[in-house]
Structure formats: C-alpha cells, structure tokens
C-alpha cells in the first residue's frame, strides 16, 4: 500500500490531486476540512488524455462540515497508467486529500 497527500489547491477548475504511474487500485480516499465553514467537494474520475467534466463526475458539490473528514472507502477504483483523480472545493487550499493505492 502506498499514500499520497496533496492540498486541494483550486476553487474553480478540478485539477489533478493523483496521477497513477501503472496499474493501480484506489482504496481509500479522505478529504479532510481544515477550514473554519463547510467546504464543497467536487471529485473527478478522468482517464489518461480526458479532461474533468460531468460526465466522469463522482461527487458534486459534496458538504464537508469545518473541522470534518469524509471518507470514501467502499468501493475500489481501478486505474491504469496516466489515468487522474481531479478535484476541486469551494475556497482553495482548505481540504486535504489524502489517498491510498495499491499497485495491482
């Protein structure tokens, strides 16, 4: 298993919060609200060479509580080189996400 932990860095446009260099299955994604109001969270499944948009949408403008985490952990996603897990929140920098994967 391994992690990664990245700030979600955009209000506006979903960027890239990992980038999976060969076969790999996500296992457990947490977003943790550092900020002092509910922040909102956008999640994106994008395969390599595609861009976010509705169509590869997972979560829409899901509410994080301040001071909350939320956990997605039930079902595994499967990602093959270049494919991206895209993000954003309603105010920058003020969710971390932090994300385990497993090579497979």
Avoid: W
Avoid at 68 to 78: K, Q, S
């Amino acid at each position: 298993m391994s992690l990664s932990s990245t700030a979600v860095t955009t209000a506006s446009t979903a960027a890239a919060i990992y980038t999976s260099s060969g076969a790999t299955a996500l296992t457990v994604l947490c977003f943790c609200n550092r900020h002092t109001s509910t922040e909102y969270i956008n999640l994106f499944a994008v395969s390599s060479g595609d861009v976010a948009t509705a169509n590869n949408q997972l979560l829409s403008t899901l509410p994080v509580p301040a001071g909350d985490t939320f956990m997605f952990d039930v079902e595994r996603l499967l990602f093959d080189t270049g494919d991206k897990l895209h993000a954003n929140t309603s105010t920058a920098d003020k969710v971390t996400a932090t994300i385990s994967y497993t090579s497979i």
